[in-house]
């Protein structure tokens, strides 16, 4: 059993006096720390007792591409970073260490490798394997052969992730090292996700989380469909990885309550070991929540904000406060990909759609996971493709802004130029369907590509306006396509909780409410809404007591939560009348694309070079 910090729940904070005589009339606060690990950089937020956040740093991390398609990191390389942005975070913003009671990890949901005999890293980098970049980023699109092998056993547990498992996931990652690895290195080898990886290096404990090994390693909860031991023996053995069973599946955390523990965000997964104190500039004894995948943590910090919604958008049979408002809450977590994370009483199965995921968040509840596979890199692809792009930098940094707000400020003066009655206006003719990288929901098809209609000559800016406008307004439709998915299939959600740095663009914002027809909630803490949902985690776990029992996490967001803004759909009925239409035109390109496939795969079937 995990050590316990042998604090007794309560939610009010520990108030100790300072000996510092300038102090005296501030007396020292519990403070909290989510550490989340993106794609490019960890960051650390400190939170205090009221959720107000009290210190923020980030820091890049490396990322390695040894060929296309290829991604890798290191948890020597992130934790390195996460020893930095702690000790800046505090330092920085003069918070005494001696202060912090709880710590909680997020991050992308990336394989980590290990060594069982030595706790090392293993590397993952083809053909020599012999050097510390032991992680397979999400993004990571290496295991094509082993992703269509894994999904074409009809197994049972693919209902749990929309019907086909995603290249993205980690249990295809596994395959191939398992095909590409020396066999002796890979028999030494065990494996996490990221998060779990994080908690691991903290504690020194083989505590697994439920979002991690639920989400995104094929673990269906003990008891669901019949599920016995969580991990699915037939399942494993069917794909070739028959080896991970032994033991009763020592490798990937073992069996919940025989040779394994499973969590539920924010549960006491252990304490801070003597050796990452030392490191992160801490005290050891620390509580560490169980961590969560990033998109997750995002949900955690957004949806149990109390703000003023319409009608219809909250449900009148419950209080404001009441968990029952979440179930009509869809996380947006966007940044270089979106991810849409809603919450159910019930399992709600969706096609395209990942889950529904039990107790990955909170216990008896389900969660469900929807996404772009590429926003913000979308965004940023057109962009830096156009003609007019650098032309355009330039003009953005000679005026000492992004080039996102100078581009909105260059559609608001064209569309005052031509006297148009919106921004949606200078589009009406230009569709623009952007599944450049594949999608992910709600059709889940990775061959799924880019088409134009109303391409022409121009490459003045106002034509990289007009490309980049129409980006914004296919993110926008296709949210608006994965909510009525979602909620065709049973789910509620009638309003949009944003957080990551998408948050920032206001055209798109409004954009994305008047598609959708549901306001947008954008987060106080717009940098860090992500960051702030794992401090919460460790809150949740600084609240267990001796007999193993804490504050309930929708108690803790209720409480931690901070209100932002509302960004309401647009009123103007002509500009509803041209989004409908223009809704209905996205439609037919996404499944045009992909019959126009279908024939001319079937015309060239047989067709064989001489």
Known sequence: MASLPFRQARPQPLRRVSTDPHNELNPHMDHFIGIDVGTGSARACIIDH???????????????????????QSTTDIWRCICIVVQRALNQHSIDPATVRGIGFDATCSLAVFAEDTDDPVSVTAPAFDNDRNVVLWLDHRPVEETKKINATGHNLLRYVGGKMSIEMEIPKVLWLKNNMPPELFDRCKFYDLADALTHMATGTETRSYCSTVCKQGYVPVGVDGSVKGWQEDFL???GLADLTEDNFRRVGGVDGVNGKYL????????LSDKAARELGLSPGIAIGSGVIDAYAGWVGTVGAKVVLGEGEISADYDKGHIHQAFSRLA???GTSTCHIAMSPRPVFVDGVWGPYKDVIIPDYWMAEGGQSATGELLKHVLETHPAFQE????SESLNTNIYDYLNQHLHEMAGRAGAPSLSWLGRHFFFYGDLFGNRSPIADPDMTGAVIGLSSDKSMDGLALYYYATMEFIALQTRQIIATMNAAGHQISSIFMSGSQCQNAVLMSLMATACGVPVVIPRYVHAAVAHGAAMLGAKAATTDKHGESEKLWSIMSRMS??????KPG????ERRLLDVKYRVFLEQCHTQQAYRREVDEATADWKAA
């Open 332 to 334: 947006a977590v966007a």
């Open 50 to 72: 009221t959720g107000d956040i009290k210190g923020l740093a980030t820091e890049n991390i490396g990322l390695w591409q040894p060929e296309q398609g290829y991604y890798e």
């Open 264 to 271: 539920s965000a924010g549960e006491l997964a252990g304490t």
């Open 562 to 567: 901070k209100p932002g803004r509302s960004v």
């Open 571 to 574: 009123k103007d009925a002509g």
């Open 392 to 395: 355009t930098l330039s003009m």
């Open 237 to 239: 053995t069917e794909i």
